[in-house]
């Protein structure tokens, strides 16, 4: 009798996993199988993010879906605006990203993603008003800049990815410093911290101290934050954090807005 159960149950199993519902212990297999294209490469770690020696790849990153099948970077953003999926990058030994790598992402995942996202909702409103001092005592106020294009930048001094992306937005500052280009540094520490930093570090936006106030109002909840208003004072981009496009796409917006 125990024979015959032994032969019955193998029979039940090899149906089941035939019309597909092993296919997560399948699945898990084939991953495992397929990740010669990560040879070499070790995934990013959240000290790695701190370290000021971690860099992008010059020549571009290869982007993966969930099977190890090189995607095209609209593919990859498709599939992460969904909120389905979360990335991983990985490194080589020179702590050089070369890879991105799409995963499912957990229920936590999807609502802190959520949450993070919400300022990508302002996109197209009027944006908030605001009257700010910076570091220097030079005012700024939305209704004064009016007709002119502001880059807003969210950050904080113990920030590591917003101190990291710093020198190309300098260079952004100075590629427009003759157009009709505001950049405002919104920083959620006091004056006295802020001049501590700048001994050290070179920030060429106005930055405006004590900026919570404001990040609130703008639905900041993650750093760091940039946003871009338009002529007429309408939100027209968002992003959050600090990735291999954030200046390049930051860049492309200020200039189709130069050009209207």
């Known amino acids: 009798m125990k024979f015959r159960c032994t032969i019955i149950l193998t029979i039940l199993l090899s149906s089941f996993n035939s019309i597909g519902l092993y296919a997560q212990n399948t699945d ?80 936590d995942e999807k609502k802190r993603k959520k949450e993070r996202e919400a300022p990508s909702e302002l996109i197209g409103k009027d944006a908030s008003i605001f009257t700010a001092f910076d570091i220097n005592g030079n005012e700024y106020s939305l209704n004064n800049l009016k007709g002119k294009i502001i880059v807003m930048n969210f950050w904080y001094v113990e920030c590591k990815p917003c101190v990291r992306e710093m020198p190309e937005l300098n260079i952004l500052v100075e590629k427009y410093k003759n157009k009709d280009v505001v950049f405002l540094g919104f920083a959620t520490n006091d004056k006295s911290k802020i001049d501590s930093f700048l001994k050290k570090n070179i920030f060429s936006y106005n930055i405006i101290p004590n900026s919570k106030k404001i990040a609130a109002e703008y639905k900041v909840l993650a750093y760091p934050t940039h946003l871009i208003i338009d002529k007429n004072s309408k939100i027209v981009f968002s992003t959050i954090g600090f990735g291999s496009r954030t200046i390049t796409d930051i860049e492309k917006t200020i200039e189709s807005l130069i050009k209207e």
């Open 28 to 107: 898990t297999t084939k991953n495992s199988l397929n990740k010669e294209y990560l040879k070499g490469l070790t995934k990013v770690g959240g000290r790695d993010w701190s370290s000021n020696d971690l860099r992008f790849a010059k020549e571009g990153i290869i982007n993966y879906n969930i099977d190890g099948k090189i995607i095209k970077e609209n593919e990859m953003k498709q599939a992460l605006t969904s909120g389905n999926y979360m990335s991983d990058h990985y490194m080589d030994n020179k702590k050089v990203i070369k890879a991105v790598v799409l995963r499912m992402a957990t229920e």
